[in-house]
């Protein structure tokens, strides 16, 4: 009996000094004082945030509350909607049935699509899998979406993708999309005669141990543990929505739920010396550029990127930035009620992901560029007082 004492005391001290050196290391204290500053200043209702630093865990928390008015609150396992960071997964998916050798990055769309062939476009017969997956299809920025809004079912909607006149030829410009997309889910149902939730089960989610994952609205109706999503009102509260079961259609834009602790699983994935799924050099593909997106630099209410960001391109299911000189792999999402942002510092191989459930992406991405910024050793910037001018002025 002393023995055991002895060995589980000593492997308390383990844990509690590993815990606290790696936390020192990435200064947890200041790092969990200003989450806890920014969502009192935006009277948010919650997040969860997770860090990982060479294949360990080093931050992994939540809060705040699932829902404004209840006693739950956020987690580490808590699910929320991941909305376009769904996209990442989907590369990945993808990338399994390439290296299998059944898909290649340049297979044409109608080649396993045959239904979509259209006389009249050009484009959409010679369209690529690497095409649609880097969002370089040449098509108006977010075709369709609009119907996705509407509730029209996405099987109806491609019927009206021969219609459509592309603004620039395949390959030559950054059009960022959702319903063209998850045409990539679409592909891997037909070559597996599997649906789309499946796939990512027996794919992605069960071999990295993504516990809370899944890709469909009743799977996070079923969830215990889940973040119900927000909205800004006129006095800057927040404001709890009904969540409802739209852009399940395209569940590989923007379909999955997964939690904190999930989402650094898939973050080791890509940083690993050893990955499970992938050989590096499919990771290095999907995570390399493949066409330039310039005006992501300048968006007006991301400060970090216009402050930061030099170079801007888009890989496969990934957004890739010039850091201040440092690589940094990047996606995020927003959709109703719910923002999301990953990323990824390479040589560092640090991931960070920040999960919220409000209607701004401002909150996820100034906690994320403010490490960033941390970890490089940037001088400070105050994100959250630029953005309060940033609004004031609009007042």
Known sequence: MAQTFKKLRALFFAILFFTSQTLYDFEGDKLDAHIKETLKIWNAPGLAIGIIKEGRI?????YGLCEIGKPETINATTTFRIASVSKTIAAGLLTTFVQEGSLQWKDKIIDHLPEL???????LNTMTLKHVLSNSTGFPRHTYTHLLDQNT????????LGDVKPICDLGQCHTYQNVIFSLSGHIAE????????TLLETRIFQPLD???????????????????????IKDGSYKALPYNCRYYDVGSAAGVNASAADMLKWLKEFLSDHPILFTKSTINYMTQPHIETPDEIKRWNTQWRIARVKRADYGLGWR???YSGTPFIYHGGALQGYTACLGMLPKQKIGIVVLTNSGSSFIADTIMATFIDSVLDLKAIHYNAIRKKQLNKML
């Open 190 to 197: 037909t070559l597996s005669n599997q649906n789309y939730e």
């Open 153 to 160: 079912p996405y099987k109806k909607i491609i019927t009206k």
């Open 210 to 232: 993504m516990q809370n994952a899944s890709c469909s609205c009743a799977a996070f109706k079923a969830s215990p543990n889940k973040a119900m999503p927000h909205k800004k």
């Open 117 to 123: 062939k259209t006389q009249n476009n050009t484009s």
């Open 320 to 322: 890739l930035f010039d």
């Open 58 to 62: 080093v931050f992994l928390k939540g």
